[in-house]
């Protein structure tokens, strides 16, 4: 069905950021439009998301081009789920930001470049399109880039270079793929290309295209052995900045992996295969790199990508629970990631540090707050009937059922040494013996109230998302079920598309 009301939230956040870039030295201001635009998105998120789940696959063809000669817009459940979780991270972010970043980096330009990039994610979900998916990439890649530099510290300086380079040598692999795809296919339309492809004589030339969206894709979602950059950069910018980028910049591109290996490359024996090590390998140094990590944010980014790799495995299954266990686990992951990047600013709020050495007596001084924080770790690690549990009985289930042990193997490794650095963290940042007061820079008390609530009401919101997860499965296993069955059957998303056309 056609509906023009797809593009909603990528309009809001257009049009908020050009307003804030009228208001560029009215930081009051921008804050303001800030929030209020990221609700309204989240408003229309919600308003998207109940029509896909009641009424089907919507879509819209941008300057009334009709499929597959001009850009589509399509929004099935799998999209539809992740724009609703963006704009619920986006708004937790933008509250946060209001105190959390500094007025200098606002007077930058930093809530209009947030808003691109907010823009950029909602562009990338909804896109019908393999290159105009290029093109929302490079949204992201730009507003990122700029966003991870404000402030010009050289730590910052020196992870935006490691993220630029590694980003641009994906995007080369990616538009490199695209480009051999249009010569051997004459379409750009993914639904379209879901016909066409099985049809080219040469699929040995697929397969090695197939390889190259491989290949930049899994640098974006730092997948093994592309995922250095990650924990050299996200520990650099400020707490705001790096919760979006770890709760939504790698899921993009685990978004993309899933569209396309479902869509225009159904994955061969080998590719399962190959994809299945690259989890099992993702995993273990993920997880051995969170293991010997003292600083929060660092620890954070490696779990990011030990926890990449129970996502990627379920794509390597490429079986119904598998899929729903991987996008169920998407699901918790987006909400739980945000979260923690934005403990480990007001963490630095608290204490003036993120290194656990130097950290303790949380517990003692804000034991509320405290218990707060212990929700979103409990939902990582995964205890019963938290969100992180549910997904791991599929992917457990398919694995042993598939007999693929040595995923399963990993998937034991990583849960445990997840619980294990979460532990650690928890015993020395929460309960040990505080510090010695005097090198204790706590800005926290110090703050009048509206300061202080809207540092942690964000993550309220979150932690209250990920409880929903949780303690709701039964309605998200449903629609993650949907998800999976529209990912193995791709029918229905091609005659949206094409209105029938063969």
């Known amino acids: 069905m056609i509906d023009n009301h797809i593009i909603a939230t990528i309009i809001v956040h257009l049009f908020i950021a050009i307003v804030q870039l009228m208001l560029w030295r009215k930081s009051t201001a921008q804050r303001f439009l800030s929030v209020g635009g990221s609700l309204l998105a989240l408003i229309l998120a919600f308003k998207l998301f109940f029509k896909v789940y009641d009424g089907g696959i919507l879509t819209m063809n941008a300057a009334n081009w009709k499929a597959p000669f001009g850009i589509v817009f399509v929004a099935d459940l799998f999209s539809s789920t992740l724009v609703l979780l963006t704009s619920?991270?986006?708004?937790?972010?933008?509250?946060?930001?209001?105190?959390?970043?500094?007025?200098?980096?606002?007077?930058?330009?930093?809530?209009?470049?947030?808003?691109?990039?907010?823009?950029?994610?909602?562009?990338?979900?909804?896109?019908?399109?393999?290159?105009?998916?290029?093109?929302?990439?490079?949204?992201?890649?730009?507003?990122?880039?700029?966003?991870?530099?404000?402030?010009?510290?050289?730590?910052?300086?020196?992870?935006?270079?490691?993220?630029?380079?590694?980003?641009?040598?994906?995007?080369?692999?990616?538009?490199?793929?695209?480009?051999?795809?249009?010569?051997?296919?004459?379409?750009?339309?993914?639904?379209?290309?879901?016909?066409?492809?099985?049809k080219i004589q040469n699929q040995a030339l697929v397969e090695i295209t197939a390889t190259f969206f491989l290949i930049g894709f899994g640098i974006k979602s730092a997948v093994f052995p592309l995922y250095f950059w990650l924990p050299s950069s996200y520990h650099t910018p400020p707490s705001a900045v790096a919760a979006t980028f770890g709760g939504?910049?790698?899921?993009?591109?685990?978004?993309?992996?899933?569209?396309?290996?479902?869509?225009?490359?159904?994955?061969?024996?080998?590719?399962?295969?190959?994809?299945?090590?690259?989890?099992?390998?993702?995993?273990?140094?993920?997880a051995f790199g969170a293991l010997i990590k003292t600083n929060i944010r660092r620890l954070f980014s490696y779990l990011i990508v030990c926890h990449i790799g129970f996502m990627i495995g379920g794509l390597g299954l490429y079986s119904k629970w598998a899929l729903l266990g991987a996008v169920f686990y998407l699901i918790h992951d987006i909400m739980v990631k945000t979260n923690l990047f934005l403990i480990a600013g007001v963490i630095r709020q608290l204490r003036g540090t993120m290194d656990m050495?130097?950290?303790?007596?949380?517990?003692?001084?804000?034991?509320?707050?405290?218990?707060?924080?212990?929700?979103?770790?409990?939902?990582?690690?995964?205890?019963?009937?938290?969100?992180?549990?549910?997904?791991?009985?599929?992917?457990?289930k398919d694995a042993f059922h598939l007999e693929k042990y040595a995923f399963a193997g990993a998937l034991i490794i990583g849960s445990f040494i997840t619980l294990f650095v979460i532990a650690k963290m928890w015993a020395q940042v929460f309960w040990k013996d505080a510090p010695d007061p005097e090198i204790i820079e706590d800005k926290f008390a110090g703050m009048i109230g509206y300061k202080r609530t809207m540092l942690i009401l964000p993550v309220v919101i979150l932690a209250s998302a990920s409880l929903y997860i949780g303690l709701n499965a039964e309605s998200i296993i449903h629609v993650a079920d949907e998800i999976a069955t529209q990912l193995l059957d791709t029918s229905p998303y091609i005659n949206a598309v094409l209105g029938g056309q063969k």
């Open 88 to 198: 619920i991270a986006g708004l937790a972010v933008s509250i946060f930001s209001c105190v959390g970043v500094g007025r200098q980096r606002i007077l930058y330009g930093y809530f209009p470049i947030f808003h691109f990039l907010m823009m950029g994610l909602n562009g990338a979900f909804l896109t019908g399109d393999i290159f105009n998916l290029y093109v929302w990439f490079e949204v992201i890649i730009i507003s990122s880039f700029v966003l991870m530099t404000l402030g010009g510290r050289k730590s910052q300086l020196e992870g935006a270079v490691k993220y630029m380079a590694m980003n641009i040598l994906a995007s080369t692999f990616f538009l490199t793929g695209i480009g051999i795809l249009y010569g051997i296919s004459g379409s750009l339309n993914m639904a379209d290309l879901a016909l066409r492809i099985p």
């Open 248 to 286: 939504l910049l790698t899921k993009v591109g685990i978004y993309a992996l899933f569209r396309v290996f479902s869509l225009l490359f159904i994955p061969n024996h080998f590719t399962k295969e190959l994809l299945i090590v690259l989890a099992i390998l993702t995993i273990l140094t993920g």
């Open 357 to 396: 050495n130097k950290l303790g007596g949380l517990y003692a001084q804000y034991p509320k707050i405290s218990l707060l924080f212990a929700i979103v770790l409990f939902s990582l690690v995964g205890i019963p009937p938290l969100s992180g549990f549910w997904p791991k009985i599929y992917l457990f």
